[in-house]
T-cell receptor
């Protein structure tokens, strides 16, 4: 069975500091994609970053990077230099070929950035 | 930029009413999805479509149906709304089913539906 686990329901970080949001996944498929989305209080889900299972390097997009540890089946999101606008829910997601068209989402982590 | 537009941000309906939630995307994406999001339950897939007039049930299709007559439009239908369908509904689209970053889903702003 495929599964995404986010063990941190809530996280606090001081403005301008870095924060790591944890994500572990489970799949037996060697080919899969991992995604992170941000959901502000307005409700819209915003795509942040993508990592393919065969990618040799960790993905980066501006202040976001994905710490991909394949053997541990973890795909943690690192946000550098946190800003007040980073306060939101963050969801880790995965699509594996054996899952058909479905993308599965974790339960999410709520991040609070303190001034 | 990809744009996914949901017809309403907020909707209030009565029990038993037929409800239509509309979603339009402007990037010629093959795949479209409907999710509902409830506190503590995360995102749950209701239906998805990988081509015009094609649809597949997701994890919680009961009480819902969908229509995709044109590639850009994917409608979610509540045949007879019930109070347990009060939720946030999110529509998404992705480029193709071929893996890689074509799987990235782009979401609409969501519709908060209240059924009284």
């Amino acid at each position: 069975a495929q599964k995404i686990t986010q063990t941190q329901p809530g996280m606090f970080v001081q403005e301008k500091e870095a924060v790591t949001l944890d994500c572990t996944y489970d799949t037996s498929d060697p080919s899969y994609g991992l995604f992170w989305y941000k959901q502000p209080s307005s409700g819209e889900m915003i795509f942040l970053i993508y990592q393919g299972s065969y990618d040799q390097q960790n993905a980066t997009e501006g202040r976001y990077s994905l710490n991909f540890q394949k053997a541990r089946k973890s795909a943690n999101l690192v946000i550098s230099a946190s800003q007040l606008g980073d306060s939101a829910m963050y969801f880790c997601a995965m699509r594996a070929h054996t899952g058909g068209f479905k993308t599965i989402f974790g339960a999410g982590t709520r991040l609070f950035v303190k001034a | 930029d990809v744009k996914v537009t949901q017809s309403s941000r907020y909707l209030v309906k009565r029990t038993g009413e037929k409800v239509f939630l509309e979603c339009v995307q402007d990037m010629d994406h093959e795949n479209m999805f409907w999710y509902r999001q409830d506190p503590g339950l995360g995102l749950r897939l209701i239906y998805f479509s990988y081509d015009v007039k094609m649809k597949e049930k997701g994890d919680i299709p009961e009480g819902y149906s969908v229509s995709r007559e044109k590639k850009e439009r994917f409608s979610l239908i509540l045949e007879s709304a019930s109070t347990n369908q009060t939720s946030m509904y999110l529509c998404a689209s992705s480029l193709s089913p071929w893996g890689g970053d074509s799987d990235i889903q782009y979401f609409g702003a969501g519709t908060r539906l209240s059924v009284l």
